[in-house]
């Protein structure tokens, strides 16, 4: 797009081109990257951490399905959570009591369903055989532990479809079977 155009004749701007900003002198502490990162490496270990043996098929190129419906159903739930967190300041804002009670009950929900998402997506990525440092990188843990639980390896097992070693199925094995099956 050219200059402006008034009565034939172009114009050009009166204000002057912006100049670079200053960068500021004062220093600002450390990134939000690195602050993240610093409650990453306190996350306490799981009680008992899994590791998951490699499985004898090899990985395709492509995805597979029930990843994603893994993750389109705990990102689901994560977002209903906090929703509901957030929605909470109009239903109780006036009830501390209230509300300090319903909104941790929602985030600490919020947060589980993350925490065994992500223990889930390392057990599958251990399991076909990721090497463990890039496992380490991507999980910005030095400790994949903290995140590959029993409930994790279970609904892996779900979702891939596993036999149940006890008689009763454990929770998280028949939720990733489900999802499996309906696709997230």
């Known amino acids: 797009m050219g200059p402006a155009v008034r009565d034939g004749t172009a114009m050009t ?108 997506l390392a057990a599958y990525l251990q399991r076909h055989d990721l090497d463990a440092d890039l496992l380490r990188r991507y999980l910005q843990s030095p400790d994949p532990g903290r995140y590959i639980t029993r409930e994790a390896v279970e609904h892996l097992d779900g979702l891939t479809g596993a036999v149940p070693e006890e008689a009763a199925e454990p929770v998280w094995m028949a939720i990733g079977r489900r999802i499996a099956r309906d696709g997230g």
């Open 13 to 120: 701007s009166a204000q002057p081109r912006k100049r670079p900003q200053r960068r500021s002198e004062i220093p600002h502490g450390p990134t939000q990257d690195a602050g993240l990162q610093q409650i990453r490496d306190t996350l306490p270990p799981a009680p008992e951490p899994c590791t998951v043996e490699p499985a004898p098929r090899p990985v395709g190129e492509e995805v597979p399905p029930e990843l994603l419906a893994l993750i389109t159903y705990h990102c689901r739930r994560i977002n209903a959570y906090l929703a509901r967190a957030q929605h909470l300041q109009t239903l109780h804002g006036d009830d501390m009591k209230q509300w300090q009670r319903l909104v941790l009950y929602a985030l600490t929900d919020a947060f589980a369903h993350n925490h065994l998402l992500i223990g889930t």
